[in-house]
């Protein structure tokens, strides 16, 4: 299974941005999740849902400004990011594993290359 993470760019302050992450094979019963990675620091949990999408957990930081959903026709799935601000800027990676919807870096098995985000003011 490989994933494809992609939509990363270069926005303003207040701006939207849609991230894609493609997923090779049939999702199943995987669980996906998003995390960004700032310059010089850890990787963190941004937003991740289950199998069929009725669970979802988003980080602090994030909720009520982004939206992860998941289109399994296309096997792919999506993190709308509304309000954007400058901490947003990052690189985004989506990564999965078998349907458990963790926060952490090690929760996931399987993770696809960076989009980067990069918010400017």
């Known amino acids: 299974v490989q994933l494809q993470a992609s939509g990363g760019g270069l926005v303003q302050v207040g701006d939207s941005l849609t991230l894609s992450c493609t997923i090779s094979e049939r999702i199943g019963h995987y669980a996906v999740g998003w995390f960004r990675q700032a310059p010089g620091k850890e990787r963190a949990f941004v937003a991740a849902?289950?199998?069929?999408?009725?669970?979802?957990r988003y980080s602090d930081a994030v909720r009520g400004r982004f939206t992860i959903s998941r289109d399994s026709a296309v096997k792919t799935v999506y993190l709308q990011m509304n309000t954007l601000k400058p901490e947003d800027t990052a690189t985004y990676y989506c990564a999965a594993n078998s349907d458990y919807v963790g926060v952490e870096v090690h929760d996931y098995d399987l993770w696809g290359q960076g989009s980067q985000v990069t918010v400017s003011s």
């Open positions: 849902l289950n199998w069929s999408g009725a669970y979802i």
